[in-house]
């Protein structure tokens, strides 16, 4: 496979550089240094030690079959990116980011967050390598996720409410941008999807596909094969490329991105970019866009914060497009049974985003070849999630 | 020739500074807007940049932020920009400039925007979020780019190449805003990036005061006033919105 993006950050006519001037240098400089930081042993192995050792990388590959009972008749494994230090795999890309900006001499960080566990990584990383730390997050999330707003102080970050627009993850994104624009000579956007401008999309990729990379060597040690089928959520899309990657060549794997289907079909009342997105640019980026007839953005829905974004990374509308992965949704009821179905069958707590791949394969699971192996991301916990569950008055089943 | 490129051929002949008046189409309504214009160019306003409001401004402050949420709400479209035009080349030959984000544009169909842009008699079009390498085809408008106090000589290079009309160079890192002093470093940059450019050069971001202007006068080709007037069009009665408008002009150009 042709090592995309290309030279001007595209995958196919997806992605590229669509931002304000201002930061055209410093993107330019950011991948430079990844570029120089790629090929010196000294970071990477200060990168892996610090996922070794801090992180708690590798993670487990835990096969759970009292849930694939409930599915169908395969073999499935999880992939548990919930056991990594704060609890999702954000970290991998903060942390990654974090250390180029030190080389870079970047003292001040930005991020936006939506659920809050980009910014938890990232107030993570910041602390352990003394950096500043600013989060951006929407008014709305700060009151869905007290939680980790409080985390994130505790780990000295400050968090900015953003009140503009919808008050959620789209709004934390521009004012971050706006921040960036305004400090860009020294301040480094730790981008938390691989979404945005090239070459974030690349870099955050590449952070993340450390998932898969363990994720098939485990399952070959296992099982003595390749897995038959691979299943994630996607919201920006960083933790199912993370999975997907090192996984796109074996043309044999099934590849399967699950976005969330929220409340139904109708525009606002979801976040599946591919059943009702349009081509555009938002966020420095060309991809399929939730938006209305006049092309001004939709407000999107989900029952998880962490996919309620109205556009795609650029590299999964390619991949839709070449037809390499497909695209499902799963609804808010099916994710929040999932949720309670895994806790019950296997004593493990999905974060809702999760849960979305899990819900797709309740229902679908009989898709599925027949003994096949499945590996699903489980790419958080949902222990952020269990007020919002307990306040919605669902009864554990017994 | 587009009208933009002919004003500035003349504020070289005339050795005279220009003043261009951003707008937020829409804000407060679509009536209004039309009334703002006509108010604007008698005031002294040499060109009128039209905003065509988006939903997610990145590259905005909170002024123009808020006139974009007013002009949404009450039901302003892209093609209400192409009546406002319309309605104005009816009485003025004044440049008109599409100020916007690229999503709009996208959707509406390049082909499309083009074709009504010029034939309501919008001149020229500056899209925020697109960067001169990534510059698109859209007809006979005159396109322009912005340039950056972080821009690169290379960039600069590929900036006044690209643009047709002139170059809009950004006082200051950051978002739209009026401030009330101009970049310390500015004047120094603007030097430089003078020396490179061959095309007209419009300076804007943060320039709302009259000392502003007389400091640029010598510096450039045209100013940039956007914030101030949004904000004093936001601040009473749409009524009233014309005079407020026009009066931040006449204080700017110390009229």
Known sequence: MRALPDRRGYFGEFGGKYVPETLMAALDEFERAYRKVSRDRAFRREYESILANYVGRPTALTEAPKFAALCGDFRLFLKREDLNHTGAHKINNAIGQALIAKRMKKERIIAETGAGQHGVATATACALLGMRCVIYMGEVDMARQELNVFRMRLLGAEVVPVSSGSRTLKDAINEALRDWVTNVRTTHYILGSVLGPHPFPMIVRDFQSVIGREALDQIRRRTRSLPDVAIACVGGGSNSIGLFFDMLRHKSIRLIGVEAGGRGPSLGQHAARFSGGALGVLHGTRSMILQDEFGQIAETHSISAGLDYPSIGPEHAYLQQIGRIEYHDCSDDLALEAFHRLSETEGIIPALESAHALGWMLRNGESIKHSGIVVVNLSGRGDKDVPQVMARGDAPSS | ?255
């Open chain 2, 1 to 255: 020739m587009t009208r933009t490129a002919k004003l500035f051929k003349r504020l070289r002949t005339e050795r005279r500074c220009g003043l261009i008046a951003y707008i937020t189409c829409g804000d407060p309504d679509v009536h209004t807007t039309i009334r703002i214009i006509a108010a604007l160019e008698r005031a002294g306003a040499d060109a009128i940049e039209l905003g065509i409001p988006f939903s997610d401004p990145i590259a905005d402050g909170p002024v123009i932020q808020a006139a974009s949420q007013r002009a949404l709400a009450g039901g302003t479209k892209i093609g209400d920009i192409f009546d406002i035009a319309e309605r104005i080349r009816e009485e003025s030959e004044i440049p008109l400039i599409a100020f916007s984000y690229l999503n709009p544009i996208m959707r509406y169909g390049l082909k499309r925007f083009s074709e009504s842009a010029r034939k309501s008699g919008i001149d020229s079009v500056l899209i925020t979020d697109l960067p001169a390498d990534e510059k698109l085809s859209l007809g006979k408008l005159g396109m322009i780019f912005l340039l950056a106090p972080t821009s690169t000589d290379a960039r600069i290079a590929a900036v006044d190449r690209a643009s047709d009309d002139f170059v809009y160079y950004v006082s200051t890192t950051g978002v739209t805003g009026a401030r009330k002093e101009l970049d310390p470093t500015l004047l120094e940059r603007l030097g430089e990036v003078r020396k490179k450019v061959k095309k007209p050069l419009a300076v804007g971001f943060g320039i709302s005061e009259h000392a502003h202007y007389q400091t640029l006068r010598d510096r450039c080709d045209a100013i940039v006033v956007g914030s101030a007037i949004v904000r004093a069009i936001g601040d009473g009665d749409a009524a009233g919105a014309p005079d407020r408008a026009a009066s931040v002009v006449r204080r700017v150009l110390g009229r």
